[in-house]
């Protein structure tokens, strides 16, 4: 009797086992479910945030220089048209080439200045010239020939 007694208590708490268990499994499938949900959510979430970082690198990269974006190419372009540029500069402008960019930029305001001041008295004295010219054919249409 005694084993029987033993055999109902073993097979009673294998019972109580195997029911722990099935009722773990259930809150373990819930359990799956839920981390399920909060993966996805952190998926998003992570998403988001990579389209974010995109933007923003996107935003600073049209806000950088184009040295930076160009691997330095395009402003090594640039900075030899520059060069080029204030040579051409030297050249004109009397005296230019013992002078420092920006005093040279200076002296070429003054000389545009000079240049302009001459091309009004140019200006002048050919309007001047053609004025006495025209006066000059007029007087001479006027003179009567002599026979």
């Keep these: 009797m005694e084993e029987a007694q033993t055999q109902t208590q073993v097979s009673k708490s294998t019972f109580k086992r195997k ?3 099935t009722q773990q499994k259930s809150h373990m499938g819930n359990a799956v479910h839920e981390s399920l949900s909060s993966f996805n959510q952190l998926r998003a979430e992570s998403a988001q945030r990579r389209a ?15 040295d930076v974006k160009n691997g330095g190419e395009e402003d090594g372009d640039k900075e030899e048209e520059v060069e080029k540029k204030i040579e ?7 005296g230019g080439e013992s002078l420092g960019v920006d005093k040279l930029f200076e002296e070429t305001a003054g000389y545009i200045m000079a240049l302009q001041g001459q091309l009004k008295a140019m200006k ?3 309007s001047f010239v053609e004025g006495l010219e025209k006066q000059k054919r007029k007087n001479f249409i006027g003179t009567p020939w002599p026979l």
């Design 19 to 21: 029911q722990r268990k």
């Design 88 to 94: 051409a500069l030297q050249r004109i402008v009397p």
């Design 124 to 126: 002048a004295l050919a």
């Design 52 to 66: 974010r970082k995109q933007r923003r690198e996107e935003c600073m990269k049209t806000n950088q220089p184009s």
